[in-house]
């Protein structure tokens, strides 16, 4: 890796499960970003049976980068959770990152990114939009450029998607690795409880593109099977009234207007 980069290195933490079609895409979105500082590229292979592997293993094997170093860590499937807290466990990077294998960073991405955590000390989890996200109640904008995130507000409405989320290591130590229990809405689980220590915002601008631009909800992947998601959204609701971040009137309300959405994303869907 370049050494006469004076700029932190940033870890991305990539879990793939037979991503053949889109992991190209992911990794020379890495490849493109304007930021100038080294990248330490984790990439979990969760045991897909696909090419996706020797793909990447060509990829790497070609690549001639000095700010570019990677991990390939081959595992049997465990869930993205696992490969997640696997990439979490041996990322150096003073910042770390993470990308699905189906997403895509926007060039710029991690520049606008690290200068904002740069030139922000305060705050230590930094995400952002996607896609045709557009930043809405309970979320609210300050000087057009970013607005703060509770564990209230994503609650109501969960923003940052995980491709979208860079922080700084020292977050880990507070803040306990993924949930690998919980196979549904488990990012905004790791985002509340980040909530409970440290300062997280969501910057006003799509820097990422997320299951090829499709619609957020009801199209593919996990979040296609919105009534498992429900039930991901419900557990958040539970733990952190029983952490105590929530009281019990909060919590019914939660638990309702939850139920709410879910049934009239269903009859969007449907």
């Known amino acids: 890796m370049n050494d006469d980069v004076n700029l932190p290195t940033v870890s991305v933490i990539i879990p793939m ?3 053949e079609k889109f992991v190209l895409r992911a990794l020379e979105s890495i ?3 304007s930021y100038n500082g080294n990248f330490e590229v984790i990439i979990i292979n969760d045991g897909s ?19 570019h170093a990677f991990k390939i860590i081959d595992q049997a ?19 770390i990152a993470f990308l699905d294998a189906d997403d895509e960073w926007l060039d710029r991405k991690t520049s606008v990114q690290i200068n904002f955590l740069l ?10 939009l996607r896609n045709d996200d557009v930043l809405s109640f309970p979320y609210v904008l300050i000087n057009n450029l970013y607005a703060h995130v509770t564990i209230k507000k994503l609650l109501i409405k969960i923003v940052g998607q995980t491709s979208t989320a860079i922080f700084r290591r020292e977050v880990l ?7 690998e229990d919980q196979k549904f809405s488990e990012d905004a689980n790791f985002w509340m409880r980040v909530c409970e220590h440290y300062k997280m915002v969501v910057l006003n601008e799509r820097l990422v593109i997320t299951g090829q631009g499709k619609p957020n909800f009801g199209s593919s992947g996990l979040s296609s099977n919105l009534v498992e998601m429900e039930r991901g959204v419900q ?3 539970r733990q952190m009234f029983k952490r105590g971040n929530i009281n019990l009137l909060e919590y019914y309300f939660f638990k309702v207007y939850s139920q709410a959405k879910y049934i009239r994303r269903k009859c969007l869907v449907s």
């Open 17 to 19: 499960y037979n991503a």
């Open 31 to 33: 490849m493109k970003q």
């Open 49 to 67: 049976t696909d090419d996706s592997l020797a793909i990447v293993e060509a990829f790497v094997s070609q690549c001639k980068s000095s700010h």
């Open 77 to 95: 499937n465990g869930g993205v959770s696992k490969a997640r807290n696997v990439g979490l466990n041996i990322a150096t990077g003073e910042y």
């Open 119 to 128: 030139k922000f000390s305060d705050f230590s989890f930094v995400t952002a």
């Open 173 to 179: 130590k507070l803040t306990d690795v993924f949930s």
């Open 235 to 237: 557990t958040n609701i």
